[in-house]
């Protein structure tokens, strides 16, 4: 591996536009089948008329595999290019796949949205699109597949990427790039084709080697969310998980959401001797002065700070059997911080099964149905967008002791 990192992305798009031919032929073209896996998929394809590798096949059996009681929330496949390697996230029904992107189960960092040449845009694309869109993936590829069934035509191609980008602008998501493949034949996916000389884009394989790995968090400036503060042997320690950057004693430090500064004095861990720690780690902090630090307090650094506010907008999922109501008083935890707050506006409600818009403008939220919603609270906020730092982008919502939604900040 030259970056030894690893890429997770998702592959959405209507059940029938080839989404199981594009991930078996991507796992042929590198190379990341077993031989009896091969051999197989070969038996499997022999009483076809067209001879051609039965590619659905291998995920089908894949599948079966898994049901077979080796079961995962989301299931994950992976195959590698020289570059790096690949998880592809294979969501079983949107409702789980919804919910483990929002609790943090699973991480897609980009997502390939595959659409049928012959049958364009279809409801679920469009859908598939909203969900993208919805989660915050801001690295989207969109292949246009069974080129080879409108004769690899360039007219056609050009409707359908011109199709999906009106409908991409109406949900402000951009496309990296618009691939025509046939998945069958593997024109596109790992080499250029022959049929298609009037595309000069890269193939599906290239488009996802230049995509970006997301930062780690140790990379980005510092975030420590304070946990909670104990007076030991006189000290007043405060602790905390190192959310992104590193903390080192000697640093100067903002207090948010307050503002007050300060420095760290040193780095306390049970046993061990430190003047530094990183994103990950969880530890005790003293400071020069004797500020006030609290639990819900979030320390940065000046001019790196994340955001503050009393408003925000978010997409929720709600799990409780009792539907929320717009008039509602809400408590909400994002990291350490608590605060009570108002739904103010319920933009849209979505089945998240379907993933069908059931109510614009709503003043209610149902099982398992995700709301586009802006929130307000009382006390300033201390956030980051999702795809930023996740634990200061997602949050729960409350009531009494249940944990009745999950939610992003976009």
């Keep these: ?7 997770k992305f998702v592959i959405v798009g209507h059940i029938d536009h080839g989404k199981s031919t594009l991930i078996g032929r991507l796992f042929f073209d590198t190379n990341s089948l077993p031989p009896d896996k091969i051999e197989e998929v070969k038996k499997a394809s022999k009483g076809r008329r067209d001879g051609e590798m039965e590619f659905a096949f291998l995920m089908d059996h894949l599948r079966e595999e898994r049901e077979q009681g080796i079961t995962i929330d989301t299931a994950q496949t992976f195959f590698k290019t020289p570059k790096r390697e690949y998880v592809i996230i294979d969501a ?3 409702v789980e796949f919804v919910k483990n992107m929002i609790t943090g189960a699973s991480q897609a960092e980009a997502a390939l949205l595959i659409v049928d040449a012959k049958e364009g845009v279809a409801e679920q694309t469009r859908r598939h699109a909203n969900l993208v869109s919805m989660l915050g993936l801001d690295q989207v590829i969109v292949v246009i597949n069974k080129m080879d069934a409108v004769d690899y035509k360039q007219g056609r191609y050009d409707k359908i990427r011109s199709d999906v980008k009106e409908f991409f602008d109406t949900i402000a998501l951009k496309a990296d790039y618009y691939i025509p493949i046939s998945a069958l034949k593997g024109d596109n996916v790992a080499t250029r084709s022959d049929l298609m000389k009037w595309y000069e884009g890269p193939t599906v394989l290239g488009s ?10 140790e990379d980005k400036s510092l975030l420590f969310p304070i946990q909670d ?21 000697g640093i100067e430090v903002k207090i948010l959401p307050g503002g007050e500064k300060t420095e760290v004095k040193s780095i306390e861990k049970f046993q061990e001797e430190k003047d530094k720690a990183v994103a990950g780690e969880s530890i005790g902090i003293m400071t020069e002065d004797p500020v006030f630090l609290q639990r819900g307090n979030v320390l940065c650094i000046e001019g790196k700070e994340p955001t503050i506010t009393n408003s925000f907008q978010a997409n929720v999922i709600w799990l409780s059997k009792e539907a929320f109501d ?10 350490t911080q608590e605060f009570a707050g108002n739904v103010i506006k319920i933009k849209r409600r979505i089945d998240s099964s379907s993933l069908s818009i059931l109510e614009e403008d709503a003043s209610t939220i149902g099982n398992l149905e995700i709301g586009e919603v802006e929130i307000q609270v009382k006390a300033p906020v201390v956030l980051t967008k999702f795809n930023n730092i996740q634990e200061l982008g997602r949050f729960v919502l409350v009531r009494g002791n249940d944990v009745v939604a999950g939610g992003i900040i976009t």
Excluded: F, Q
Excluded at 210 to 217: D, K, M, Q, T
Excluded at 326 to 335: D, N, S, V
């Design 229 to 249: 503060v104990y007076k030991i042997s006189g000290k007043r320690i405060a602790v905390g998980r190192v959310e992104a950057g590193t903390i080192e004693s």
């Design 1 to 7: 591996m030259e970056d030894g990192n690893t890429l």
């Design 92 to 94: 079983p029904g949107h």
């Design 326 to 335: 717009i008039k509602e008083r809400i408590m909400m935890r994002l990291a």
């Design 208 to 217: 996802l080697d230049s995509l970006a790995n997301r930062v780690p968090p």
